[in-house]
């Protein structure tokens, strides 16, 4: 996409130009040049929260759809994401810092004999990029593992993630022990992974499914809105 | 069962898979990563009741195209003959092969990887090994264009940690006694940055499950 990379100097761009470079970089995977342009939008007094959401998020909304379409593929969005990774990086202090709004909270984890992290790397990244809060509880989680981050962070939603066939059936194990424990109406579970469809989803009693991570994030704001409306009603 | 062209490549089983029938009355519906395998099995055992219908190898990087696959091969296939064994394991279709088979009356091999049903699955479930990353001769034959290409490895080594970081152990699950390809796979341990560990394991189940539709 950026082919005349090395003759283009970023802080010699204006910020709407600069903004669609960055959107170029993360399209490329180019980190250091989207470090540098994170810095230079803040040195211009950008708000963090603006920065994460006009370009960061912006730049990363391309990606998505294109990894959608079939015209990205797996390699091309891991640079990118490590791309973005770089940005936030520097943008997540200066958030917590700023006080940005937060959508929402979610713990997230691959299930336990389950070591593949990619997706759910992917899902918390752009989780974080939409305004929430992630918890990552990382590889390999049991039940107690979530059970004692849920009681520990107090999320609004769970997120589990697996690749393969053996371990995927371990999410209903989870999702079993939250409705013994009376705990299951009070979070929001989303699962995805390679091997999921939505029929799993919904025979496990995960409240949705989502096949990639653009899904999870909208998804996951859908429910943080029902949930606020539901608050709202009962106010 | 007819005798496979001499000219028959990896990259033909990758790609376009193998059709070998002659009018046998047991049909082979398998991945073309377990073709060579399954002839070398008919072949010892003399079993020239089975025809086999390889689709193509490089699915195990697409799951999702296996069951549809399977399925319009049944259909086209069934009229033909008296039984079809399905010579897939799960391979990442999440239990849907498993329900497709069901659904149409034909078996299927059991496990959830072929490299699971090679070892044994009883005894490859008790290692309970996660961290490994495990090639058949197929796969090992296969390594640049199933794994380090697609993954884009060749074009961005940095992201071997994001794919790999997990892992600790490479475990060439081996079918024949072959130095060349125990020399690749130790290279392909290399390159990935992981421990390297032999196995031979011969045909294991899948051995088990053709002997079975022999009797």
Known sequence: MSDQEDDIILSELNDEDLVAQMFDDLYDGLKEEIVEAVNLLLGRDWAPYRVLTEALVGGMTIVGNDFRDGILFVPEVLLAANAMKGGMAILKPLLIATGAPRVGKMVIGTVKGDIHDIGKNLVGMMMEGAGFEVVDLGINNSVDSYLDAIEREGPDILGMSALLTTTMPYMKVVIDTLIEKGMREDYTVLVGGAPLNEEFGKAIGADAYCRDAAVAVETAKEFMARKHNRMAANA | ?215
């Open chain 2, 1 to 215: 069962m007819s005798q496979p062209s001499p000219m028959i490549t990896d990259e033909q089983l990758s790609a376009e898979g193998l059709e070998l029938r002659n009018h046998g009355q047991v049909l082979l519906i398998a991945c073309g990563a377990l073709a060579r395998e399954i002839l070398a099995l008919t072949k010892a055992n003399g079993w020239t009741h089975m025809d086999l219908q390889c689709l193509p190898a490089i699915f195990h990087n697409e799951p999702e195209k296996i069951t549809p696959a399977v399925k319009a091969m049944i259909e086209r296939s069934r009229a033909e003959y008296a039984e079809i064994f399905v010579v897939y394991a799960d391979c990442g279709t999440g239990g849907q092969l498993q329900r497709l088979c069901d659904d149409m009356g034909v078996s299927m091999i059991a496990g959830p990887h072929c490299y699971s049903f090679f070892e044994g699955n009883a005894g490859f479930e008790a290692r309970e090994e996660l961290t490994c990353f495990y090639l058949t001769d197929f796969l090992v034959r296969q390594f640049d264009a199933f794994f380090w290409r697609p993954m884009g490895l060749d074009r961005h080594p940095k992201l071997l940690d994001m794919y790999f970081g997990n892992y600790t152990t490479l475990v060439y699950q081996a079918q024949i006694q072959d130095p060349a390809l125990e020399a690749k796979a130790e290279e392909c341990a290399r390159r990935m940055g992981l421990t390297y560990q032999y196995r031979f394991t011969s045909y294991g189940d899948l051995a088990v499950a053709l002997t079975s539709l022999a009797d």
